[in-house]
């Protein structure tokens, strides 16, 4: 059975090439690899790297609603029409819209994949609850954190 050089340096002979345990926690995936010419991250069977530099890493896919509000330049205003309010006060239904090419764009499936809202079953707005505070307002500041960490990225607008 072939060795591998993993096993040639875990061995209990004194006279062959060993690393210690403080060694082996200061590896990097480059060092790695360099030193047994193997990288665990390739057999570590679907659970996280262990390296964060390691190539094999994948990055996050980006959610529908990174995709489409990560286009959007600094400053572009994102409208929004409250469809209903409830009797309490509380909630309110809102739809985000951009305009592209003079056309309104409906955005609130991208808004509800960002920020963690419901969209109702009969109008497909996003349900809001909250008061004493515009909440149109309060979602755009939210979507601008979430995407860009800058809470004053968008413009708000009420239609």
Not at 48 to 69: M, W
Not at 91 to 100: A, E, P, W
Not at 124 to 136: E, F, H, I, P, R
Request: charged residues 25%; negative net charge; hydrophobic residues 30%.
């Amino acid at each position: 059975m072939k060795q591998s050089s993993l096993d040639a340096y875990l061995t209990t002979d004194p006279k062959e090439e060993s690393i210690s345990w403080g060694e082996l926690a200061e590896l990097t995936h480059a060092t790695q690899v360099e030193k047994f010419n193997f990288c665990t991250c390739e057999d570590n069977e679907g659970n996280e790297n262990p390296y964060s530099d390691c190539p094999t890493s994948k990055p996050k896919e980006k959610t529908y609603g990174q995709t489409v509000l990560e286009g959007l330049p600094k400053d572009a205003t994102i409208y929004s029409i409250i469809r209903r309010v409830s009797k309490s006060g509380m909630s309110r239904l809102i739809d985000f819209y951009v305009i592209k090419d003079n056309r309104p764009i409906w955005i609130t499936p991208a808004v509800r994949d960002l920020i963690d809202y419901k969209q109702d079953k009969t109008t497909n707005a996003l349900k809001v609850s909250g008061t004493g505070m515009d909440m149109c307002f309060h979602v755009v500041y939210s979507l601008g954190s979430a995407v860009h960490n800058d809470g004053y990225y968008f413009k708000s607008e009420r239609m």
